[in-house]
Nanobody
Framework: QVQLVESGGGLAQPGESLSLSCAAS????????MGWHRQAPGKQRELVAT???????NYADSVKGRFTISRDNAKNTAFLQMNNLKPEDTAVYFCNARIFTRGASQYEPHWGQGTQVTVSS
């Protein structure tokens, strides 16, 4: 079994920063992509950022220049540094990863349970 456990988040004022982390554990052989999605109330879940093992990143246009994704591959951990937060960044943030587990035949997607980020003055 695989677990993705998020930490961080909370309440911030506009213009402030928050950071999130996501630790993957379990029968992991390899992780090729780790990333973050978010879901605001009444909206669909949307991609925020992804990072492959070889360093390729992808960001939503709405967060480019403000958010930075990084990884510690040795620790199967991903991070999301969120700067210059805006009220529209308010959402539940979900960690996700494509993981190859022992006994599996392919990479499979896994999700964390989410952590709340609220940006409000």
């Amino acid at each position: 079994q695989v677990q993705l456990v998020e930490s961080g988040g909370g309440l911030a004022q506009p213009g402030e920063s928050l950071s999130l982390s996501c630790a993957a554990s379990g029968n992991i052989v390899n992780i090729n992509v780790m990333g973050w999605h978010r879901q605001a109330p009444g909206k669909q879940r949307e991609l925020v950022a992804t990072l492959t093992t070889n360093g390729n990143t992808n960001y939503a246009d709405s967060v480019k220049g403000r958010f930075t994704i990084s990884r510690d591959n040795a620790k199967n951990t991903a991070f999301l540094q969120m700067n210059n937060l805006k009220p529209e960044d308010t959402a539940v943030y979900f960690c996700n990863a494509r993981i190859f587990t022992r006994g599996a035949s392919q990479y499979e997607p896994h999700w964390g349970q989410g952590t709340q980020v609220t940006v409000s003055s």
